[in-house]
């Protein structure tokens, strides 16, 4: 993802005529993230948030003039601001109808939301510090935006006092702007959805899209996931998987597009990483990808989601479950010789590696928020390194040969390089510590039977020297996966 994509944030967007956002900047980044929000689902259950990360940005900020040409395809919906926040101060009632009030009606009437709604915005008036207390200007200001932008059905319009080192009307103001974003957010869930009922009503029709249903989807699941709304999140991923199985087995333009693993580095599992914005951009640009990455994608995502509700069983058993399912897939494919049984160690062991900070030593009574699903992940993560192991065992015989899931062309690439074959990265160390075996394998995966924390031998990377090593991250081992 690019940065503005990692940490998606609900946007409040700011308008200054007035430049007194320094003012007033403090105070408002104090509040965040607003906390204890309570925001309405589908189904009209209000979901408690903790934390609502919250993001100012200047209107004419960069990014959102770069947004703002796609602010009205349901894909962009999620990345649009959430509210519309003006700025206003000035002590002369002539002044401001002369310089600042036709600028607002341009901007405020008539105020249409890309979604075709209204905008919520709130006008906030500040005193300036520097008048005397005893000045009516202020007052005279005030009142005159009330009368220009309120109305009866609505108080849009807010004030803030500055004095003596204290300001007042910020609990009023903050009160305002999370009603305005979970006003939006609601209006924009229920618009997501009758998207996504008209794209699967019209999935028989022919030329239908399985890409366009995805980007929706997926627009929406990330917004959730943003909101803290994480089973309603996860729930998003579980349909768009179960509607790209049956897109699949339904035949089509969808099944007939090559079912991928035929790419270097396609012998090391990515399950617990989704590149969410290559993913979205190579469905956009091609309105496909391979089977191979795209169901690695949405476990990774429903994994993620799952690890942030503190569910570790979970993911290790529908972990172990996908490696089986998947590895079937794999060997009705025509892929290069023995790359399923390289792609389900490397995946055993991500799930191992990934998991494994919450069993070791853990317990109900030492873990009192995970309680007896850590005992449960320490389970499954015994079953994946047994399963690692006995997957590694003739991946390592075979090392000397070069072939593990590597096409002839793949054997002869020196890694790091050398002149050794890429496939002996799997089972060999640059750094072995004293103790250990050479290949580090055996004592690793006895450490996690035994829940005894684990520190990994540094491993060769498997890419091609001219490769991006960023991909790499600190997890120090060979496996493209960065544990969470």
Same mark, same amino acid.
């Given at each position: +993802?690019?940065?503005? $994509?990692?940490? #998606?944030?609900? /946007?409040?967007?700011?308008? $200054? #005529?007035?430049?007194?956002? !320094? =003012?007033v900047s403090d105070v408002l980044l104090s509040r965040l993230p607003f906390r204890h929000v309570h925001l309405k689902?589908?189904?009209?259950?209000?979901?408690?948030?903790?934390?609502?990360?919250?993001?100012? =940005?200047?209107?004419? $900020?960069?990014?959102?003039?770069?947004?703002?040409?796609?602010?009205?395809? #349901?894909v962009t919906w999620f990345r649009n601001p959430y509210a519309l926040l003006v700025l206003v101060s000035g002590d002369s009632v002539e002044e401001y109808k002369q310089n600042v009030r036709d600028g607002l009606r341009r901007l405020l009437d008539p105020p249409v939301d890309p =979604?075709?709604?209204?905008?919520?915005? /709130? /006008?906030v008036y500040v005193r300036p510090s520097t008048i005397d207390a005893l000045s009516k200007g202020p007052s005279k200001v005030f009142a005159a935006l009330r009368n220009d932008f309120s109305t009866r059905r609505r108080e849009r319009c807010m004030r803030l006092d500055?004095? !003596?080192?204290?300001?007042?009307?910020?609990?009023?103001?903050?009160?305002?702007?999370? $009603?305005?974003?979970?006003?939006?957010?609601?209006?924009?869930?229920?618009a997501y959805d009758e998207e996504v009922r008209r794209l699967m009503a019209m999935r028989k029709a022919e030329g239908w899209s399985f890409s366009t249903l995805f980007l929706v989807k997926d627009s929406l699941a990330a917004m959730l996931e943003a909101a803290g709304c994480l089973e309603d999140a996860l729930r998003e991923y579980s349909e768009l998987e179960a509607c790209y199985s049956e897109a699949i087995a339904n035949? !089509?333009?969808l099944a007939a597009h090559p079912f991928g693993g035929d790419e270097p580095g396609d012998d090391q599992a990515c399950l617990l990483t989704a590149a969410w914005r290559e993913m979205r951009g190579s469905v956009h640009e091609r309105g496909a990808v391979p089977q191979f990455r795209f169901r690695q994608f949405l476990f990774a995502c429903q994994a993620r989601i799952l690890l942030k509700l503190q569910r570790p069983t979970e993911v290790a058993d529908r972990g172990m479950k996908f490696v089986a399912a998947f590895g079937e897939l794999l060997a009705d494919a025509q892929l290069p010789p023995q790359l399923r049984?390289?792609?389900?160690?490397?995946?055993? +062991?991500?799930?191992?590696?990934?998991l494994a900070r919450l069993a070791p030593g853990a317990s109900?009574?030492?873990? #009192?928020s995970l309680g007896p699903t850590v005992s449960d992940a320490g389970h499954q993560l015994s079953t994946a390194a047994t399963l690692a192991e006995r997957l590694g065992r003739p991946l390592q015989r075979s090392a000397s040969a070069g072939n593990i899931g590597d096409s002839p062309e793949r054997k002869s690439r020196p890694v790091n390089g050398s002149a050794s074959p890429s496939a002996r990265s799997v089972a060999s160390t640059s750094t072995a510590a004293p103790s250990e075996a050479s290949d580090g394998s055996s004592l690793r995966l006895d450490a996690l039977r035994a829940q005894r924390p684990v520190t990994l031998p540094q491993r060769p990377s498997r890419l091609d020297p001219s490769a991006d090593r960023s991909r790499l991250g600190n997890a120090g081992t060979y496996l493209y996966l960065q544990p969470l």
């Open positions: +993802m690019d940065a503005d $994509d990692s940490e #998606p944030r609900f /946007i409040i967007s700011v308008v $200054d #005529p007035t430049n007194v956002w !320094g =003012l689902n589908k189904f009209g259950n209000l979901v408690p948030i903790s934390e609502l990360h919250v993001q100012y =940005l200047n209107n004419d $900020d960069a990014l959102l003039r770069k947004r703002r040409p796609h602010a009205k395809q #349901p =979604l075709g709604g209204p905008v919520e915005w /709130i /006008i500055f004095s !003596g080192g204290l300001v007042t009307g910020v609990d009023d103001l903050e009160r305002q702007l999370r $009603d305005a974003v979970k006003s939006t957010f609601e209006a924009r869930a229920a035949g !089509g333009a049984e390289a792609w389900a160690f490397s995946a055993c +062991m991500s799930l191992v590696i990934a109900p009574s030492t873990s #009192p």
